[in-house]
């Protein structure tokens, strides 16, 4: 029995048409991430961080899970329990595809979250019209998401994970933000084995016992057939 934590970035729903953030598509309208995820943004321009969110949820419609995506879910359904997939990624495709141990460790775009009244809620169209919180009625909605300066979710769980697992396993993540940047070495502390699967070398690849380049919709698919061979 392996024990296995995959962690995955915007490089594994590239091959879906989702852009990443720090490849050469990464701006929106001229903003890089940083200048549209954090709180302070939000303060000072909130109809242009609400359209940046409002596009990318309507840009979901268009998308669908590509082989990695699939890959993960049939990785699932063989090692069941042991098998945790953390995602950075605000998208639904590992969903779609057909996991259901996925923590959305930076929230999710088909979810908002009033600031009014703190109430999470399922949101599947635009907020940047203010609509109010289906719970507490206050036109108080902002993306169910983490900016930067905030703290991620699920980190009690996270690290619970990384502790017992035998793999760790980062695909499609430029190694660039924490403290997701930083669960290879806490994995490998732990005494799991860890491995990287991305298009080229991440900012972190040093720390892995083992880094893969390539495409995650052949080099994921390639990996689990020699996991569960
Ligand atoms: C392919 C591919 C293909 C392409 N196949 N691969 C100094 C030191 C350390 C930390 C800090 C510091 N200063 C500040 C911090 C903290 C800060 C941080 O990390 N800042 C950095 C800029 C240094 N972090 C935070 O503030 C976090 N909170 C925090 O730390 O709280 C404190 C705390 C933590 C824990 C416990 C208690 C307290 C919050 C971070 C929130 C990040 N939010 C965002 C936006 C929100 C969601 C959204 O809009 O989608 O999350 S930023 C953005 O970056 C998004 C992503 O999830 C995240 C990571 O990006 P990702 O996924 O790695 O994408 P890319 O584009 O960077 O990389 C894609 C990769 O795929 C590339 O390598 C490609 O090569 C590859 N690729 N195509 C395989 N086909």
Known sequence: ??????????????????????????????????????????????????RFYDARRAALLGVEPNPAHHALARLERSLGDDLLVVTQNIDDLHERAGSTRVLHMHGELLSAQCRACGTRSRWEVGLHDDPVCPHCGAAALRPDVVW???????????????????????????????PAAGFVRAARAYGARTLELNLQPSEGSLFFHESRQGPAGLLVPAWVDELLA
């Open 148 to 178: 930067f300066g905030e703290v991620p979710y699920e980190m009690d769980r996270i690290f619970d994970a990384l502790e017992s697992c035998d793999l760790f396993v980062s695909i499609g993540t430029s190694g660039a933000v924490y």
């Open 1 to 50: 029995m392996t024990k296995v934590v995959v962690l995955t970035g915007a490089g594994i729903s590239a091959e879906s048409g989702v852009p990443t953030f720090r490849d050469a598509d990464g701006l929106w309208e001229g903003h890089a991430v940083e200048d549209v995820a954090t709180p302070q943004a939000f303060d000072r321009d909130p109809l242009v961080v609400q």
